[in-house]
Structures are given as structure tokens and as C-alpha cells.
């Protein structure tokens, strides 16, 4: 054996410590994040429908529908909320798909981080327009419009990070997940538990969300859905 292959089987054998820690494993992983966002989504829609003339700024499929209801000249519907809804959504969509293409080749909790730490911005400002302005002209086109850019922007993020059934703001595809694959569906009972609570934390966002806007007002509401965004992206990890 060469003196080379000695030293280097020498430092070979001599390598072994722990590895460093992952850094994408740092924090609390992607699936408990998303269902954390999901609990915001229902705060945010409890707000934008009950409090800003029955407008979805977060459930798009929903807004798609009031939208069509608004056409028709159904009461209590809006045409211009809902496209402010629509159209400030889709920019925030625009803009999660070029942070995607800007972060989404490398550190996925950097890439998370920068989305909700964005959400948590944009939801924290419509909490300050609701309890500086509550009864301005133009307080509920401010508020629709922050909470709807702040959700395309995560909803473009959430559907490049691909964590399944973790949509945050659509449950359709979950509750046909849960019932087709059921023990009376195909009985093949995947991911059964995360679809479960997916739909136990938006059902509680929304009861949350909506209690605080009955009782209350719409600034806490959104306080608190920027309070959890912004948390949730000091604490997020890279992984699922």
C-alpha cells in the first residue's frame, strides 16, 4: 500500500462524526405548515365573506360561483368586489410563480420563508387599514385586495411545493380523496389522517374567523391570520 492510500484510509477512518445537521430540517416540518395555512384560509374567508359582501378572497372556486351569482343580479352579491377578488389574486398568483422560479431550484424553506413571511406583509397591512379606516370608502377594496393578493401569491407556492393534499383554501379534491378511498370507497384508506385534519383546520379557521367577525370586528380577524403567517415563517422548515 503507498503512503497516499495510507494517509488517505487513515483520514477516511478518522471521519467518523455525526454529519452536519440538514438545514432544510431545521423548524417545523412543510405538512403541519400547511395545515397551520389552512386554519388562516378560513380566518381570511370568514372575514372577505361575511364581512366584505359575501366575497371569497381565499377559495377562488367559491369566488368563481359568487361571481356568476353577482352576474345574475342575485341581492347581496357584487360584481366589482368579486373581480377585484379575482383579478388581485391572480397578480399574487403571478408573483408566487416568479418567486417560484427564483427560489423553487434551491433551499425550500428560504422559498417558503419568503412566501409567508410576503402573506404575513400583506394580511398585517389589511389588519391596519381595518382598524384605522373600518368605515372609509375604500376600506373594503383595500381589504379585498391585500387578503387576495397574499393568497394567489401562497397558492402559487403551495401548488409548486406539491405536498399532497394540502391545498390550504380547496377541499373539494380532499373530501373526494376521503370518501372514494374509504373503507366503503375503494378501501385503500391513504392518507386518510392529513385529509382529516385539512378539513378540521379550515372548518376551525372559519368558526374562528367567523365568531371574531360576528362579535368583534374584521381587524382582529386578520391580526391574528397575520400573527400565524408570520410565525409560521420564522418556523417552517424545507421539509414535509
Request: hydrophobic share 50%; net charge positive; charged share 10%.
Amino acid at each position: 500500500m503507498s503512503e497516499q492510500s495510507a494517509e488517505g484510509g487513515a483520514e477516511g477512518a478518522g471521519n467518523t462524526g455525526p454529519r452536519p445537521a440538514d438545514p432544510e430540517a431545521r423548524g417545523v416540518r412543510l405538512g403541519v405548515v400547511l395545515l397551520s395555512l389552512t386554519v388562516v384560509s378560513g380566518l381570511i374567508d370568514a372575514v372577505s365573506y361575511l364581512g366584505l359582501g359575501h366575497v371569497f378572497t381565499a377559495n377562488m372556486t367559491g369566488n368563481v360561483v359568487v361571481l356568476g351569482f353577482a352576474a345574475a343580479g342575485a341581492p347581496g352579491f357584487s360584481i366589482p368586489h368579486t373581480s377585484t377578488s379575482l383579478a388581485c389574486f391572480l397578480v399574487g398568483a403571478a408573483v408566487g410563480g416568479r418567486i417560484a422560479g427564483r427560489f423553487g431550484g434551491g433551499s425550500r424553506r428560504t422559498w417558503a420563508q419568503v412566501t409567508l413571511t410576503a402573506e404575513a406583509v400583506f394580511v398585517g397591512a389589511s389588519a391596519v387599514v381595518a382598524f384605522v379606516a373600518p368605515g372609509a370608502t375604500g376600506t373594503t377594496y383595500a381589504l379585498i385586495a391585500l387578503t387576495a393578493f397574499a393568497m394567489g401569491l401562497r397558492n402559487a407556492t403551495v401548488r409548486k411545493l406539491r405536498v399532497p393534499d394540502l391545498t390550504t383554501t380547496v377541499l373539494t379534491m380532499t373530501l373526494t380523496g376521503l370518501a372514494s378511498e374509504s373503507a366503503i370507497g375503494d378501501g385503500s384508506v391513504r392518507r386518510s389522517p392529513r385529509r382529516t385534519a385539512a378539513v378540521l383546520a379550515m372548518l376551525a379557521g372559519a368558526a374562528l374567523g367567523a365568531w371574531l367577525v360576528i362579535h368583534h370586528d374584521l381587524g382582529i380577524p386578520l391580526l391574528l391570520a397575520a400573527v400565524l403567517a408570520g410565525v409560521l415563517a420564522v418556523a417552517t422548515s424545507g421539509r414535509e
